[in-house]
């Protein structure tokens, strides 16, 4: 299997709205994309499939030392030997990895954030920096581009969190700010129940519209960024942008049921709106 082809069906088998995104880019740009968004899927999957943490700790690091390696010449993972031909094309750097690395760092040194200034430093290492790479990748002209991408992503990454409250309670991670849950007086222990009428009540679905309002901001903030010269480039992700944003809107229409299940998109409903964003121009 080549290195392309190893990206390729990893991009494809992870399901993700990014994906859809992908094929309305040029061949290069794709490439590109597909190869840095397995690079995320790879240190992510450390995160989350790996049971002990010394383990998956020791999988970072040892993810650090191939990205050093790939950018001094040595790649031997066929993500990175994939990624490595596009990084000087779309100014992608060593850093720009690094710093998704210590993402994924943050969930295993860290399962709850004080408040959202802590959690949105989370998110702009797991999400804002996968926006300003993939606005490079896209075309990016304009410096403003990069602000829009880096609140676009904080505010897929939010939509996320929204979306999986329960499973990842279940997992031992709570993402809602201490001080937010505190503030509406929802117990930790109350997310991880999963039957009316204990997890669900007045307390948690004005929580949860606490936190959907300030998404659908933070969307608004995004797009309101975004400089006209770049809004045809950064068309992929207008996309999943609008992907999310439907994404977030179904969990609210389902008065936020997110405890005891996971509330997606069907496939084909996704590609819908990454056409009809195509066809609309953004």
Same mark, same amino acid.
């Given at each position: 299997?080549?290195?392309?082809?190893?990206?390729?069906?990893?991009?494809a088998a992870?399901?993700s709205?990014f994906?859809?995104?992908?094929?309305?880019?040029?061949?290069?740009?794709?490439?590109?994309i597909?190869?840095?968004?397995?690079?995320?899927?790879?240190?992510?999957?450390?995160?989350d499939?790996?049971?002990?943490?010394?383990?998956?700790?020791?999988?970072?690091?040892?993810?650090?030392?191939?990205?050093?390696?790939?950018?001094?010449?040595?790649?031997?993972?066929?993500?990175?030997?994939?990624?490595?031909?596009?990084?000087a094309?779309?100014?992608?750097?060593?850093?720009?990895?690094?710093?998704?690395?210590?993402?994924?760092?943050?969930?295993?040194?860290?399962?709850?954030?004080?408040?959202?200034?802590?959690?949105?430093?989370?998110?702009?290492?797991?999400? /804002?920096?996968?926006?300003?790479?993939?606005?490079?990748?896209?075309?990016?002209?304009?410096?403003?581009?990069?602000?829009?991408?880096?609140?676009?992503?904080?505010a897929?990454?939010?939509?996320?969190?929204?979306?999986?409250?329960?499973?990842?309670?279940?997992?031992?991670?709570?993402?809602?700010?201490?001080?937010?849950?505190?503030?509406f007086?929802?117990?930790?222990?109350?997310?991880?129940?999963?039957?009316a009428?204990?997890?669900?009540?007045?307390?948690?679905?004005?929580?949860?519209?606490?936190?959907?309002?300030?998404?659908?901001?933070?969307?608004?903030?995004?797009l309101?960024?975004?400089p006209?010269?770049d809004?045809?480039?950064q068309k992929? /992700?207008?996309?999943?942008?609008?992907i999310y944003?439907?994404?977030?809107?179904?969990?609210?229409?389902?008065?936020?049921?997110?405890?005891?299940?996971?509330?997606?998109?069907?496939?084909?409903?996704?590609?819908w709106?990454?056409?009809?964003?195509?066809?609309r /121009?953004?």
């Amino acid at each position: 299997m080549t290195p392309e082809q190893y990206v390729q069906d990893k991009a494809a088998a992870s399901g993700s709205s990014f994906y859809y995104a992908f094929l309305f880019l040029s061949s290069p740009r794709r490439a590109a994309i597909t190869a840095f968004y397995a690079f995320c899927r790879e240190v992510d999957d450390v995160v989350d499939e790996v049971t002990d943490p010394s383990v998956a700790a020791a999988k970072l690091a040892w993810w650090r030392g191939e990205v050093a390696a790939a950018f001094g010449g040595r790649p031997s993972h066929p993500t990175m030997n994939a990624l490595m031909p596009h990084v000087a094309d779309y100014s992608i750097t060593a850093a720009h990895l690094d710093a998704v690395i210590d993402g994924c760092q943050m969930d295993l040194d860290q399962t709850r954030y004080l408040d959202f200034p802590a959690l949105a430093q989370y998110c702009h290492r797991v999400a /804002g920096i996968v926006g300003e790479v993939t606005a490079n990748i896209c075309g990016r002209t304009e410096e403003a581009t990069v602000a829009y991408a880096h609140r676009l992503g904080l505010a897929m990454q939010l939509t996320n969190i929204i979306r999986d409250v329960g499973d990842d309670a279940r997992r031992g991670r709570i993402y809602l700010p201490i001080a937010e849950l505190q503030r509406f007086d929802v117990k930790a222990h109350e997310l991880l129940r999963t039957s009316a009428p204990y997890a669900y009540g007045e307390r948690f679905d004005a929580l949860m519209h606490f936190q959907a309002e300030r998404v659908h901001a933070c969307y608004d903030e995004a797009l309101a960024l975004l400089p006209a010269a770049d809004r045809r480039s950064q068309k992929p /992700g207008l996309m999943m942008a609008h992907i999310y944003r439907t994404l977030l809107r179904e969990i609210e229409a389902s008065g936020f049921q997110v405890l005891h299940q996971r509330i997606a998109l069907t496939p084909l409903r996704k590609l819908w709106i990454a056409m009809r964003t195509n066809w609309r /121009g953004g």
